[in-house]
């Protein structure tokens, strides 16, 4: 456990004779989650990254533990302010490869698990993708960016000495140049290495100039590697469209093995070397798309859909040890489950309450890892704690193994969490939700009420933990979350509600669980507010942009204007193609109706924008735009820009404390009292 913790849990310790107190913001440094589950391959142990967040460096960190499956001796195998993941391991269960970044920068580490030595397998300089390892234990695959020449229009004469010029200009061509998270992309292109388990220098298979880095997995042999990759001519301008690849290692030699408009992904060879399954759908540019399940030929022939019966998006494919089935991860009303299908594509459910990797909100996301004798190790959340690990047995109860944050929440006491169903008033359509109460709630007193929305649009809130819920409760708010029309997990159909329609009636979703709620009668219906991020922060402003119902609003990291966000964002060739009928100058019209800053001149509710200044997602020029407009209307606002913040807010914890602090303020300084 680390050192703060140590301090903090005596500094809170001194308290519990005068009961629980409320979860506050010191407290995000304070919580633990699980992450990177594997299982040995006789499923009689389990490594996992136990994370926490450092107060000091204001990052998080994550050291290796082990445990058995029946929960006992559980033990670090790593230990420092440092982060370690992606653990494997070989398949005779005698040593474990992972990553560390303890020197500086991630490396790739070996560890012998009977006497605990270990190696350092590499020396890189720059970052590299996941790595697996081959069938056999003998190499490691991974992919890593091979830098291209600088290209330039003009070469400048040379400087003076001692002259202090300007740097040099930038000069950009090419159709994607940024990303959200890196920032701007030097020239080049990511290519699939292998290295051998004995460490040494790593061996380039691709060269080819497109990006490798998408999934992939060896073959039984390991003499071949499955790739995932958009390697056709136009792979800027079709975004989604990736293909399977066979890459022969010794020769190198590249062969296409699907042909089809959409993406294809998540390869996995069956254990006897026949079969592949893998990921997708047949493009058909809408916002949402139901991700299936496909098998096909070793060679690429005769591929069909197997998941035809289940209406969701299908993730993380393992095959059954004995070739007969795979194990897949999906959600499905708000949750998320581990299930099996056999190859005539009749599934099973397993387990649910996957996920719990999401920190700050309730969104879906989780790990499991699979044995040879099909037992399984999970992360488990509720609304209660977030990620844990847990493991599932045929015959048997899911059971939780670890604690992680039980020193916590036994002097700190969160929110209740319930869900919620109610009737769309657009179309008496049911619509889930989620209400978290303030500790100690009283059903008799008056409570604020917060409108929590998320973002995507297409992806779903759920049954999970949520540090950004529980820190709004624990100020005296109830706070509502919804998946309105758009969110998944509850099929292609509901998900495309809102195709070429967003926003649309998910206004109408949104307002119905506000009435929903206030109709239960604990709520002060003169304080209403709503507050979301990315795809919430768009409702958001578009909430206020048609009702001047809410006492104040903080739109997070919001789309504003669709037209500029089309060409400013990165990846400019999605957007426009799936999002809307056309590029923006052929649909103006469409483009400005579904933007909220057309209709600045209804708002009157006091509106406080917030962008991390390295969003390249929703760039912080949106809600510059909009702040102008908002004063030139003499309309209160105000505008927070999160330092060190990509699109991803809570990838420093004090900018997760940031944001949740400056929208309680805001609500805080226009609370009818």
Not at 513 to 522: I, L
Request: hydrophobic content about 35%; overall charge neutral; some cysteine.
């Amino acid at each position: 456990m680390k050192l703060q913790h140590l301090f903090g849990l005596l500094f809170l310790l001194s308290f519990r004779l005068f009961g629980q107190e409320k979860f506050d913001y010191p407290d995000v440094f304070n919580l633990e989650w699980v992450s990177d589950v594997r299982i040995s391959p006789d499923g009689s142990r389990m490594v996992y990254a136990r994370n926490y967040n450092d107060i000091i460096n204001d990052c998080s960190y994550a050291n290796l533990w082990m445990i058995e499956a029946d929960g006992r001796n559980n033990r670090p195998l790593t230990t420092g302010n440092q982060s370690d993941h992606n653990p494997q391991w070989t398949a005779d269960g005698k040593k474990l490869f992972y990553v560390s970044d303890r020197d500086g920068q991630p490396q790739i580490y070996m560890k012998w698990l009977d006497n605990g030595a270990e190696a350092k397998l590499t020396n890189f300089n720059k970052p590299f993708g996941p790595f697996q390892i081959s069938p056999d234990g003998k190499w490691l695959a991974f992919s890593m960016f091979v830098e291209g020449e600088s290209k330039n229009l003009v070469t400048m004469p040379p400087a003076p000495k001692d002259a202090k010029w300007a740097q040099a200009p930038i000069f950009i061509e090419e159709m994607n140049y940024r990303t959200d998270g890196p920032g701007y992309r030097k020239p080049g292109y990511q290519q699939l290495f292998i290295l051998s388990a004995d460490g040494g220098t790593p061996f380039q298979l691709t060269t080819d100039k497109f990006n490798h880095n998408g999934s992939f997995c060896w073959a039984p042999d390991a003499n071949t590697i499955i790739l995932s990759a958009n390697r056709n001519e136009k792979a800027d301008f079709e975004p989604q469209n990736t293909e399977l690849y066979e890459i022969d290692i010794p020769s190198k030699q590249v062969k296409t093995l699907t042909k089809r408009n959409g993406p294809d992904q998540n390869p996995s060879v069956s254990p006897d070397g026949k079969w592949i399954a893998y990921t997708g759908f047949d493009d058909r540019l809408q916002g949402h798309q139901t991700t299936h399940l496909y098998l096909m030929n070793r060679d690429g022939s005769g591929s069909k859909i197997i998941s035809e019966k289940l209406d969701r998006d299908i993730d993380q494919l393992c095959w059954a040890a004995d070739g007969k089935g795979i194990y897949f991860q999906f959600d499905d009303f708000g949750d998320t489950w581990i299930a099996y299908t056999d190859l005539a594509g009749n599934i099973t459910r397993l387990t649910n309450g996957v996920g719990g990797l999401s920190l700050g909100r309730p969104y879906s996301g989780g790990q499991f890892s699979v044995s040879k004798n099909g037992r399984v190790a999970f992360t488990q959340t509720t609304p209660q704690h977030p990620a844990e690990l847990a493991t599932w047995t045929k015959g048997a109860k899911s059971q939780r193994l670890t604690f992680v944050n039980d020193d916590l929440f036994s002097i700190k006491k969160p929110g209740k969490v319930e869900e919620i169903n109610y009737a769309s008033s657009a179309d008496k359509r049911n619509i889930q939700g989620w209400v978290c109460y303030p500790p100690d709630f009283d059903p008799k007193k008056k409570y604020p009420l917060i409108l929590e929305i998320h973002g995507g649009p297409f992806t779903n809130y759920g049954n999970r933990y949520a540090v950004e819920m529980q820190l709004y409760a624990s100020k005296g708010y109830v706070v509502l979350y919804t998946n309105p029309r758009g969110s998944t997990s509850y099929g292609g159909d509901f998900g495309n509600l809102i195709h070429h329609n967003y926003p649309g009636q998910d206004y109408d979703d949104l307002l119905s669980g506000v009435d929903a709620v206030v109709a239960k009668g604990f709520i002060d219906s003169e304080n209403l507010f709503v507050t979301g991020g990315s795809g919430g922060g768009l409702l958001t402003a578009w909430i206020v942009g048609h009702t001047n119902r809410f006492r104040a609003a903080v739109s997070a990291k919001p789309v504003l204007n669709w037209y500029s966000h089309v060409l400013y964002a990165d990846g400019p060739a999605f957007f426009y193609k799936y999002w809307f009928p056309g590029k923006p100058w052929e649909f103006t019209d469409h483009y400005m109706k579904r933007s909220p800053i057309s209709y600045i001149n209804q708002i009157k509710t006091p509106t406080m924008l917030m962008t991390g200044e390295q969003d390249y997602r929703t760039p912080i020029g949106e809600i510059e735009q909009f702040y102008a407009a908002l004063k030139i209307n003499q309309v209160e606002t105000a505008m927070v820009r999160l330092q060190e913040s990509s699109h991803s807010m809570d990838a420093r914890p004090s900018n997760l404390i940031a944001k949740v602090a400056y929208t309680v303020a805001w609500f805080e300084k226009y609370r009818k009292k």
